[in-house]
């Protein structure tokens, strides 16, 4: 049995579950407080109100100031060997990797040619069984005012990436314009036993809000959102904001 157990202001809050030998389960960007939008999570609640990060400012610490422009573009494949070292990815293109997530050769003996174009070479892998917490990529801010769709590769396979499976894998891509606090689902992903490519228009909500752009960027993240049996791997390649 796990247990968290937080005070504030002398109420107690208790984060309480039982799991499985060897499952881990956890909790994150934890707020408490009276600030309106949690400061976006770009800064501190305090008594007089949000007091903001470096390159933040305004009420609620939404506007992005700093010098640094966002990128309007993302265009990652995994090819280019421009992380540290042979399996990791290029980290300018993220913010966070977690769940044993690493990079290797797909297997592309069994793709038809619908999907042979959309994951080849090199892709991101994850453990989907791998009890290490949670199982997410998550995107650096991006300026998405110029981007109309985003498309990827989704792929679900045994250890051995050559091989399908029927068990199934469930993934969500979502997105967040507050540093995580919200998460908005995009799409569930589910097994279909072959590679598939997924091309979607941006919603008109993320768009809006592109069209304001006084507050900072848009992230995206590929969450495994239900525990898989350990020999099952999920990946991820050719993702495309444009």
């Known amino acids: ?3 968290f157990v937080f005070s504030f202001n002398g109420t107690q ?5 039982t799991q499985l030998k060897d ?12 600030c309106p939008q949690y400061c976006h999570d770009r800064g501190l609640c305090t008594v007089s109100g949000c007091q903001c990060a470096i390159d933040y400012s305004g009420t609620y610490c939404e506007k992005y100031v700093g010098k640094e422009l966002l990128p309007i573009w993302f265009n990652e494949t995994f090819d280019d ?3 540290e070292g042979a399996n990791a990815p290029n980290l300018n293109n993220w913010m966070k990797l977690s769940g044993d997530g690493h990079i290797r050769h797909v297997c592309d003996e069994n793709f038809n040619n619908n999907t042979n174009n959309y994951l080849s070479g090199q892709a991101l892998h994850f453990n989907a069984g791998c009890g290490c917490g949670q199982v997410e ?4 801010e991006l300026n998405i005012s110029q981007a109309t769709t985003i498309s990827f590769a989704f792929h679900v396979t045994l250890e051995d990436n050559c091989l399908f499976t029927t068990n199934n894998v469930t993934v969500a891509l979502e997105w967040t314009s507050d540093e995580g606090i919200t998460w908005k689902r995009l799409i569930t992903l589910y097994n279909q036993e072959h590679a598939q490519f997924v091309n979607m ?5 993320m768009k809006d809000l592109a069209e304001n752009r006084t507050s900072s960027g848009v992230r995206f993240r590929w969450t495994q959102i239900e525990h898989a049996t350990n020999d099952l791997y999920w990946s991820i390649d050719n993702i495309r904001l444009e």
């Open 137 to 140: 990529a998550i995107t650096r």
């Open 201 to 205: 228009t941006l919603p008109t909500e």
């Open 81 to 83: 060997g421009s992380g």
């Open 13 to 17: 809050f208790r984060w309480i579950g």
């Open 23 to 34: 499952e881990r389960w956890s909790i994150n960007s934890l707020f408490i407080g009276e």
């Open 1 to 3: 049995m796990g247990e």
